[in-house]
């Protein structure tokens, strides 16, 4: 509506999400995203990163989850791309 103050966004950005590997930066984050989407104030998104499933390649690498349309798993393969770049962390001698 024309007049009223537009709320702040906030994204915040995990390395795993909870449900897949919980730790207690995910858990944190989950609850703050929690309280400042549930306040007046603010809108919040979460974008959690998940490794892909053996043999499953979805259509898209984005998926919202079903339970808060504010939260998104992305697939990113990590570890096998580290795999394929030896050189990726040199060794120190």
Do not use: C, W
Not at 19 to 27: I, N, R, T
Not at 59 to 81: C, G, K, M, W
């Amino acid at each position: 509506m024309a007049g009223e103050p537009s709320r702040k966004k906030v994204l915040f950005i995990l390395h795993n999400h909870p449900s897949v590997q919980p730790g207690g930066s995910e858990v944190y984050t989950l609850n703050a995203h929690a309280r400042l989407r549930d306040s007046a104030e603010f809108e919040s998104v979460v974008v959690a990163r998940v490794e892909p499933r053996d043999g499953e390649r979805a259509d898209s690498r984005f998926t919202q989850l079903p339970d808060d349309p504010d939260q998104y798993l992305v697939e990113i393969e990590i570890f096998n791309a580290l795999k394929r770049k030896p050189n990726f962390f040199p060794r120190s001698t």
